[in-house]
């Protein structure tokens, strides 16, 4: 089955900078891969999601880059704000199924 | 379009006991998929529904089960609990048809803790 690795698990960066968030995926048919945000207590929010067709999508702020050769795919966070501060998963689905694989999580603490 | 809801939000249980979860989708959906979530282990996916009907299922042993009804709404059952069965298991439910079928919308959560 399909087995996404994300890195970093924890990512610290100062208000401002940028972050970035990498996932590897085994599976050469997975076709979907989304990203969620998830805040202490609250449920995982999709914040921005790439299809195998497209190279980047950006969404202000956020952008997602997949490179479907190397099959891997990584999330960009520009001029972060403590407000950015959660766990964000990565998962990817594989072409004719419904299920999604996440990776593990990470961390990303932003301080003002 | 009100969002995916669970009840109960918060459930004590002991060991042996069995409980139900609850999960409506957004209008609409017709798929519902079901994780678990501890710190450990990250998001794992127990199994989802489509149309009344087991499409996929993780690897959980059986005391794991679930439904889905005609109107879209499913439970899950863990029959004699564990100690590591408490985690927060959530919802989520797509459309899987149309334009963006494969965007997943997670409900607020159950919080079970097995004493």
């Known amino acids: 089955g399909e087995n996404v690795e994300q890195h970093p698990s924890t990512l610290s960066v100062q208000e401002g900078d940028s972050a970035v968030i990498k996932c590897t995926y085994s599976?050469?048919?997975?076709?979907?891969f989304p990203w969620y945000k998830q805040e202490l207590g609250k449920r995982p929010q999709l914040i921005i999601d790439?299809?195998?067709?497209?190279g980047e999508k950006k969404d202000q702020r956020i952008a997602v880059t997949l490179n479907k050769t190397a099959k891997h795919f990584s999330l960009h966070i520009t001029e972060t704000q403590p407000e950015d501060s959660a766990v964000y998963f990565c998962?990817?689905?594989?072409?004719?199924?419904?299920?999604?694989?996440f990776g593990k999580g990470t961390m990303l603490l932003v301080s003002p | 379009k009100a969002g995916v809801t669970q009840t109960p939000r918060y459930l004590i249980k002991t060991r042996g006991q069995q409980v139900t979860l609850s999960c409506s989708p957004i209008?609409?959906?017709?798929?519902v998929s079901w994780y678990q979530q501890t710190p450990g282990q990250g998001l794992q996916f127990l199994f989802e529904?489509?149309?009344?009907?087991?499409?996929n299922k993780g690897n959980f042993p059986g005391r794991f089960s679930g439904r889905q009804f005609s109107n879209s709404r499913s439970e899950m059952n863990v029959s004699t609990l564990e100690l590591g069965d408490s985690a927060l298991y959530l919802c989520?439910?797509?459309?899987?048809?149309?334009?963006?079928?494969?965007?997943?919308?997670f409900g607020p959560g159950t919080r079970l803790l097995v004493l």
């Open positions: 998962a990817a689905r594989r072409s004719g199924y419904s299920t999604l694989t």
């Open positions: 790439i299809r195998s067709n497209v």
């Open positions: 209008s609409g959906h017709r798929s």
């Open positions: 989520a439910s797509s459309r899987e048809e149309g334009q963006g079928k494969e965007t997943q919308y």
């Open positions: 599976d050469s048919a997975s076709n979907y």
């Open positions: 529904y489509f149309s009344e009907t087991q499409r």
